[in-house]
């Protein structure tokens, strides 16, 4: 019998033509396997074809990500012998797997002196190495990477076509004799660390600034010339068995953090293990694990350089900061010459390399939410990986917002969020933004038939998307925040839930500042079931910035406002902004309640970078405890009053003061969640928004609102925060595209 089979999903660059190939052989089929637009192609034929197809998606490769497997009947030929043919072009449909870190194997020959691989810091197999950032297009095959200009040596040659290897079609295979070179030898980077100095070192998606995270000195002086005062940095450590060294860490941390895509973590440090300015007045600490050869190697070279395998699974008391080159909040750099120009005043040594970044893409960052890895920051080793809309749509690009920009492009049923762009603030982020766009365009091969923006009529997300010539859909902010989790947990009906955040345009009324609201999502519908009580915004966005403001607009509330002057003296604005504080925009955002604890406290009177004071203030919680009588519920509105009121007392500790909002607040959110759920008649509610980051408010919650018989859904797919506001977008145009056209 002779079949064709067609595999669908992440199923090129992961060595699967030779898993396919092996598999022929064992079974002892004839026929062919090749990569095209849509997947990969079998023709088999022989017996025992049920057990070959069985066989293809139990044993797939590590990386492989088979979503269908389609089989049809064909008239035997006769043939014989298996081959691997050369791929087909044609429509894009299939998918460019996710760059994953250095395997084990390759490991291995990286410190075998008699490997040809020894040492070499552009070390790949079928089974890991980049992908995504350094393709440009689909088929996946090598003259589509930046690897095409580098002619494969008889040795690599040989490898390549031999079934029997690792690298057999592995389209990023390169030795020393013919593969990409560093500008510096790994002897010289270990040097520069080992004497204090800064190190920009170019690897997958883009560089990191890199120095010793056990000297003060040295982190405080990489602050200083970044200009970068406080927002914490990401400490790379050597192996997993290094982790206790400098952080606490649990079973989750540990599994997210070994894991092929190799995110930073989030999670506990050890007091006192690391420089006081690797992560100033926070408890956590975000760690991450070598996933480039070159990370190996210049740890093997700090250790000393020994022997054997016995120091890769040892606890080392190395760590260095590993954060992204992006200085003054720009793209991280990813160009040569750009390194030299943009990093010339930070880095004491920069080390590049002849192999281009395709595409730009920032470490992936996850947090340990509700007991299981959420996205803080979605980008290397898990974009592109698709989510399944869980049934076809038409074409639609979601640009996101203006802060932590995404942007998402449907295919079919498949939605493609882009790595993380940031900010669209400056002109360079805003060109990194739309060269994402014009590339998840050419990799998808689709041009979008309707773009989804936010509301917000001054985002520069929205101008992209008046400018792109396409039907708009405006979808307002935090309904898609809410729709971004039903969409990720493949909800079609109504769907309950809070959106939790900083800021976000509200519907054109007159209390445009959203950030606090109860609401009902259907498809492209929603409705605004209630929020928090509003609270005066001195100064406009200002306040956001500057949280004793806030904690102006919290005495207002609570009747307080005489004592403005004599707790803020260091701002003379402070009595004179009291008497116009009544005159105030206003907002019902959840994040500048969190500013306003902050402020009442002296915790946090001025931020460096956004959601400082809230982070500062969970890293001083315990134990929450709940205030009795803390807050009230009228209508649907949330009136935390009588807590703010609490925390403004005279002489309030501050660790007790962050233990009893981070209490109260989560007694108050669960009590008006539940409310809601009992009067419509729902049991799943979604968790949505930035302020979910918080780590000790989304436990609480979670907790809280089981303990009452509901089932919280968090993000887990993409982050809760609008680096997940594309996905929403898109889920909602392309709900009200099937709507229009007479679906359900």
């Not at 031999?162 to 079609?169: I, V, Y």
């Not at 203030?617 to 134990?623: I, K, R, S």
Request: with cysteine.
């Amino acid at each position: 019998m002779r079949e064709a089979i067609r595999l669908r999903g992440v199923v090129q660059g992961v060595g699967m033509r030779p898993f396919v190939f092996a598999l022929a052989e064992r079974f002892k089929l004839a026929g062919f396997v090749r990569n095209d637009a849509a997947g990969v192609t079998i023709e088999v034929e022989g017996n025992g074809l049920d057990d070959f197809a069985a066989a293809l998606t139990a044993e797939a490769p590590p990386l492989a990500r088979i979503e269908r497997l389609e089989r049809s009947a064909l008239s035997p030929r006769g043939g014989h012998g298996f081959a691997i043919e050369a791929s087909s072009a044609g429509l894009a449909l299939t998918g460019i797997p996710a760059d994953a870190a250095t395997c084990e194997a390759c490991l291995d020959e990286l410190f075998d002196p008699a490997s040809r691989f020894h040492r070499y810091p552009f070390i790949t197999c079928t089974h890991c190495g980049p992908r995504y950032t350094l393709t440009s297009r689909v088929p996946y095959d090598r003259a589509s990477t930046s690897m095409a200009a580098f002619t494969l040596c008889p040795a690599c040659a040989r490898d390549y076509r031999d079934p029997r290897n690792r690298r057999f079609h592995a389209e990023t295979i390169a030795c020393p004799a013919c593969g990409p070179q560093l500008s510096h030898s790994v002897a010289d980077i270990a040097a520069a660390l080992r004497g204090g100095r800064i190190v920009a070192l170019k690897g997958i998606g883009g560089f990191h600034l890199m120095c010793d995270a056990t000297s003060e000195a040295a982190v405080a002086e990489l602050r200083r010339r970044k200009l970068r005062e406080a927002k914490p940095f990401a400490v790379m450590v050597a192996n997993a068995a290094s982790l206790d060294l400098f952080a606490r860490p649990e079973a989750a941390h540990r599994a997210a953090l070994d894991s092929p895509a190799r995110p930073i973590v989030l999670m506990k440090a050890r007091p006192g293990a690391l420089a006081p300015s690797v992560a100033p007045r926070l408890g956590h600490v975000g760690v991450i694990l070598p996933y480039a050869p070159v990370h190996h190697l210049v740890f093997h070279a700090l250790a000393g350089m020994p022997a054997g395998r016995a120091w890769r699974a040892s606890p080392l008391p190395l760590a260095l900061v590993a954060t992204s080159a992006n200085p003054g909040g720009e793209p991280l750099v990813v160009d040569d010459d750009d390194a030299h120009r943009r990093l010339g005043g930070i880095a004491d040594l920069i080390v590049t390399h002849d192999r281009p970044i395709v595409v730009r893409a920032d470490d992936s960052v996850m947090a340990v939410i509700d007991g299981a890895p959420a996205f803080v920051r979605r980008a290397r080793g898990f974009v592109p990986d698709p989510i399944d809309l869980g049934r076809d749509g038409p074409c639609v690009l979601g640009v996101g917002a203006h802060l932590k920009t995404t942007v998402t492009l449907t295919r079919g049923r498949e939605a493609f969020v882009s790595q993380h762009v940031g900010d669209l603030d400056r002109a360079e982020a805003f060109r990194f933004y739309r060269e994402t766009v014009a590339h998840l365009m050419t990799v998808l091969d689709v041009v979008p038939e309707t773009i989804a923006c936010d509301l917000h009529p001054d985002y520069c997300s929205t101008r992209f998307a008046e400018e792109f010539g396409r039907p708009m859909v405006r979808v307002q902010h935090h309904a898609a925040h809410i729709a971004a989790i039903a969409a990720e947990h493949g909800c079609r009906g109504p769907l309950l839930g809070v959106a939790l955040d900083g800021h976000g345009f509200g519907d054109g009324g007159p209390d445009g500042n959203w950030g606090g609201e109860l609401m009902m999502v259907e498809g492209a519908a929603w409705r605004r079931l209630g929020h928090l009580r509003p609270l005066a915004l001195p100064g406009g966005d200002r306040a956001a910035r500057e949280p004793w403001r806030m904690a102006l607009a919290a005495l207002h509330a609570t009747g307080r406002l005489d004592s403005a002057s004599a707790r803020f003296p260091q701002f003379p604005l402070a009595g004179a902004l009291a008497t116009r504080v009544a005159l105030s925009p206003t907002t019902t955002s959840l994040g500048r309640l969190f500013d306003a604890a902050a402020g009442l406290l002296g915790v946090r009177l001025l931020q460096d970078f956004e959601a400082q004071a809230a982070m500062e203030l969970e890293a001083l919680v315990e134990t929450p405890r709940v205030l009795a009588g803390g807050f009230a519920i009228d209508n649907g509105v949330l009136d935390v009053s009588p807590l703010l009121a609490a925390l403004a007392a005279p002489g309030i500790d501050r660790r007790a003061g962050a233990e009893l909002f981070h209490g109260t607040l989560i007694e108050a959110l669960a009590t008006w969640i539940a409310a809601a759920a009992a009067q419509h008649g729902h049991r799943d509610v979604a968790l949505a928004g930035g302020c979910l980051m918080n780590r000790v408010l989304a436990d609480g919650l979670a907790g809280a609102l089981r303990a009452r018989g509901l089932s919280p859904l968090l993000a887990r797919k993409v982050p809760c925060n609008d680096g997940g506001l594309s996905l929403g977008q898109v889920a909602m145009a392309a709900a009200m595209a099937v709507a229009t056209a007479g679906g359900d």
